[in-house]
């Protein structure tokens, strides 16, 4: 049985679009899989060349292809609608009122698309539940979906929290995203310390003096 959902992918990168907070992508997202792959092998291969490595090395010589799989299959899959997790949902007969699903400390691995350095943390989804709730296992998977592309943080945070409010249609979604960033810590400032805190706050966990905003807020620092 499938895990993903093209057409569910397709109208959550078309709603996220409307909104102005999709990743910016052009045609070529649509090229084959295996042309993609030759065509940023060929470019690794190049790559590595000009900066003086021989690969004719046999611990070098399939470096281009397995790069080129990498990006393509794995850290950047997010990008293609083929890849959307499948969102099974079921009828609310649990949450009401004020109440909400939280899941904390969501391990998240992505990409800086300033210098394609990996951003590695963990993502906090809250939201509360109107006709329909969301398998649990699928916010993870929501989350690390977004995460496979290039990203910044604050993007990340809003895509997020918008698919999950348009899958479950409901207002209320409520995303932080901790994180460090081996752009800060592995070159320029080279700040091993540092760490990153966004948050996107939609519906009634927008509202400042929420209750339930300072209630989520308060659990994930636990």
Not at 34 to 45: G, H, P
Not at 130 to 135: D, Q
Not at 137 to 164: C, T
């Amino acid at each position: 049985m499938s895990k993903s959902n093209r057409s569910l992918g397709v109208a959550v990168n078309e709603h996220l679009t409307s909104l102005g907070i999709n990743t910016p992508t052009t045609s070529l997202l649509e090229v084959d899989r295996d042309a993609k792959v030759d065509k940023i092998a060929a470019l690794t291969k190049e790559m590595l060349e000009t900066l003086g490595l021989d690969l004719t090395d046999d611990s070098l010589e399939e470096t281009p292809i397995r790069v080129a799989k990498m990006y393509v299959d794995e850290i950047f899959s997010g990008l293609v609608p083929d890849h959307f997790p499948k969102c099974t949902t079921v009828e609310n007969k649990f949450c009401h009122g004020d109440e909400f699903v939280l899941e904390r400390n969501i391990t998240m691995y992505s990409d800086c698309e300033h210098h394609l350095r990996p951003i590695i943390g963990v993502a906090h989804v809250a939201y509360i539940p109107g006709k329909k709730v969301l398998g649990l296992s699928k916010l993870n998977r929501i989350v690390q979906y977004f995460a496979r592309r290039p990203q910044v943080q604050e993007r990340l945070n809003q895509q997020i929290a918008h698919a999950i409010a348009f899958i479950t249609e409901s207002p209320d979604v409520m995303v932080i995203v901790d994180a460090g960033h081996t752009c800060v810590s592995q070159r320029g400032i080279m700040d091993t310390n540092s760490t990153t805190s966004t948050a996107c706050c939609l519906g009634v966990f927008g509202e400042h003096d929420s209750p339930m905003r300072k209630e989520v807020s308060s659990a994930v620092r636990v």
